[in-house]
């Protein structure tokens, strides 16, 4: 039994909900996102309340039913207020920079890397060390964060590298340097 699915989703007054079958299309002051849901799941809405039920018993549509309830609350969420994911560069001249709308990072290669964003999605930098992606659709603010961690993943020996806000990356010991071949 689904307790999340089973959730109703309150909508705000300033976004708009169109249901279409197992399409919805959610329109707010952020933008718009569409979505067809799986055929097991269907919506209904009631003035402001948006609600997601299953189909059938069976244990596929199970699964779906709370998969489909987040999805669709994290449309509504994303149309309303938006998400962000922050994320903090360590080490010794590493650097990022925003340069039109792409994002610039000093990583120690050679060369600066350049992100530019997807639709809908915008960086922000605070200081040099510290990366806000912002967007309407989580899904894309989560990859995009990602993409920009990949760039120079924390690593465990001295912990540099860029890393999510708040992550926090276990540390090994390294060589102790003492020893060794004659």
């Not at 039994?1 to 279409?20: E, F, H, L, N």
Request: hydrophobic share 35%.
């Amino acid at each position: 039994m689904s307790r999340i699915g089973k959730r109703p989703i309150t909508i705000p007054a300033k976004v708009q909900v169109a249901i279409d079958g197992t399409k919805i299309v959610v329109k707010g002051p952020k933008g718009e996102l569409s979505r067809t849901l799986a055929a097991n799941v269907s919506l209904s809405q009631e003035g402001e309340i948006l609600q997601v039920n299953r189909r059938d018993e069976t244990r596929t549509s199970k699964q779906l039913h709370g998969l489909s309830r987040t999805l669709v609350a994290n449309m509504v969420e994303g149309v309303s207020q938006g998400f962000q994911r922050r994320l903090e560069i360590q080490g010794v001249g590493y650097r990022a920079q925003v340069q039109g709308r792409n994002l610039v990072l000093n990583m120690g290669y050679s060369h600066q890397v350049q992100i530019e964003p997807p639709e809908g999605i915008q960086f922000a930098v605070e200081g040099t060390t510290n990366v806000i992606v912002s967007g309407y659709d989580k899904e894309i603010v989560g990859n995009t964060a990602a993409k920009i961690r990949a760039v120079r993943p924390p690593e465990p020996y001295k912990g540099k590298g860029i890393r999510y806000a708040g992550e926090v990356v276990r540390r090994k010991a390294g060589k102790t340097g003492k020893g060794g071949k004659k």
